[in-house]
């Protein structure tokens, strides 16, 4: 049985830094494609960053740019998202997820089969 949870989440000031963390058990997902996404209240969930299976590519939202990094320990089956500079804006709940199929690619929510049981942050201005 698959499972992945988050941890790391929490109130911070603006600007601010979090450190999220998903352990993955139940399967070995060295070949997935890993994401963050989050989904602040009545809002729907949106993609926030990936990194590929080989850590060779990633992405970000335009809104998180140069203020968040992904990463991964593929040896402790692990996805991290680092959150400087956080803002009010940043407040969701925020969810790991992991790829249907292994050495693909994408950012959409359709492409992720796992999915974490999210995290709160929250940002105070």
């Known amino acids: 049985q698959v499972q992945l949870v988050e941890s790391g989440g929490g109130l911070v000031q603006a600007g601010g830094s979090l450190r999220l963390s998903c352990a993955a058990s139940?399967?070995?997902?060295?070949?997935?494609?890993m994401a963050w996404f989050r989904q602040a209240p009545g809002k729907e969930r949106e993609s926030v960053a990936a990194i590929s299976w080989s850590e060779g590519r990633t992405y970000y939202a335009d809104s998180v740019k140069g203020r968040f990094t992904i990463s991964r320990d593929n040896a402790k089956n692990t996805v991290y998202l680092q959150m400087n500079s956080l803002k009010p804006e940043d407040t969701a709940v925020y969810y790991c997820a992991v790829q249907r199929f292994p050495y693909g690619w994408g950012t959409g929510r359709s492409d992720y089969e796992y999915w974490g049981q999210g995290t709160q942050v929250t940002v105070s201005s």
């Open positions: 139940g399967r070995t997902f060295s070949t997935y494609t």
